[in-house]
Structures are given as C-alpha cells and as structure tokens.
C-alpha cells in the first residue's frame, strides 16, 4: 500500500515574508493610482510652469505636490525596485540586482526634483504671499531657471530606464519574465526614447498609462517569483 506523501511544513518566516510582500504590492498599485490621479489633475507640463494655470489651484498645489505626486512616484519606484529583485537569476542575477538599484536610485532622485521645484511656484502664485505683477514676474524668473533641475530629472529618468532594460536584457535570458512582457517593456522603452519631449497631450497619458501598467507587471512578476522561491 502506498504512503500518503508527508505534508510540506512552510515556516512562519516564509509567511510572514508573503504577507510582507502582498502587502507591499498593495502599497504599489496604492501608489500607482496615486500617480495617475496626480498627472491627471496637475496641469501639463512642457516645460513651462504658467501663472494662470496654477493661480486658481494654488491652495492645492503644494500638498499635492507634497503629499500625493512626490511620495506616490517615491513609493511606486522604490516598490518595484524590491520586486525586480526577485527576479535576480544565476549568471544575470548581478545584472539585474544593478538595474533595480537605479530604478530605486534614480526615481528617488526624479521623485525629489520634481516635488521640490514646485514649491517656489507655490509661494509666487499665491496672493497672500505676493501681489500678482510681482507673483508672475518670479514666475519668468523661475522658469528661465528650471534648467538648473534638467540634469536631475533627465538623469533620474534616464537611470530608471536604463535598469528597466538591464532588467528586461537579463530576465529574457534568463526567463525570469514571460517573452512577452519583454518584448511589451523593449518596444515601449524604444517608443518612450523616440517620441518628442512634448507629445501631444492623449498620447503622452497613453503612454503614462502603459508605463504604469507595466510598473503594476514588474511588481506582479516579482511578486510571483518571491512565491515561488
């Protein structure tokens, strides 16, 4: 007769360190909601902060900045980072392990500049602060200015992209990610590289919304493999 197999035994560690994750994937798509709803609610920028675009939310603009655009970015890459972690296999792993640290690395980076480059805005919108003549002429001064955060911001940008394709290079090696998904993530990044600084308003939140997406992915994946292990 033969033996039922012994039951696996998982260690209270083990799932205290699922429920950890699943939380934090949580915490995740938390954070990328909040990213999308902070994008869709501040006005587009090209370059150029307007005085006539911020005047009518100014009370708002500042703790949304402060607390809904700057820590929803923050969070949202800094989860995924932790969760492209575990998708670190045999000869890519060191590979990947570097692409998650720029992806946290450089949206730390991006997530600060672009909260704290507001706050002057903030001040010089406000009429209990400044009259409107001298409110719009801080805003020429300022904007003439922003190039001062270029390098901050493209060179977030720019290393968060890069980890994503070292990440999408070496989990297609190694097959820590479904093909497809690497092929989605390739021909977004290449599609994200083309595209002229200011697209169109409907395809930059197209493609705001499939970079989101493929965050939320990133993460799931992830997730995933800290199952499995």
Do not use: K
Not at 121 to 133: G, I, Q, S
């Amino acid at each position: 007769m033969l033996s039922a197999p012994a039951p696996t035994t998982v260690s209270p560690v083990a799932v205290h360190r699922w429920r950890a994750l699943v939380a934090l994937y949580a915490i995740l798509l938390t954070a990328l909601v909040g990213r999308v709803v902070f994008t869709a609610w501040e006005p587009p920028f090209d370059g150029t902060i307007r005085y006539d675009e911020i005047r009518p939310i100014v009370d708002a603009y500042w703790p949304m900045n402060l607390y809904l655009g700057g820590p929803a970015y923050l969070v949202g890459f800094v989860a995924t980072a932790v969760f492209v972690v575990f998708l670190a296999r045999g000869r890519t792993a060191v590979v990947t392990l570097v692409g998650a640290a720029l992806i946290g690395l450089g949206g730390t980076v991006f997530a600060l500049v672009i909260t704290a480059e507001t706050l002057p805005f903030a001040y010089a919108a406000d009429p209990a602060v400044l009259p409107e003549a001298e409110g719009r002429a801080l805003f020429d001064v300022l904007n003439a200015h922003l190039g001062l955060l270029l390098p901050a911001l493209v060179g977030g940008m720019a290393a968060v992209a890069f980890g994503v394709l070292l990440v999408l290079v070496a989990a297609g090696i190694s097959r820590a990610l479904p093909r497809w998904f690497v092929v989605v993530g390739l021909v977004y990044l290449v599609v994200f590289v083309v595209l002229p600084p200011d697209p169109p308003r409907p395809v930059a939140m197209a493609m705001y919304l499939v970079e989101v997406a493929f965050l939320a992915g990133l993460g799931w994946f992830g997730r995933r493999a800290a199952r499995a292990e």
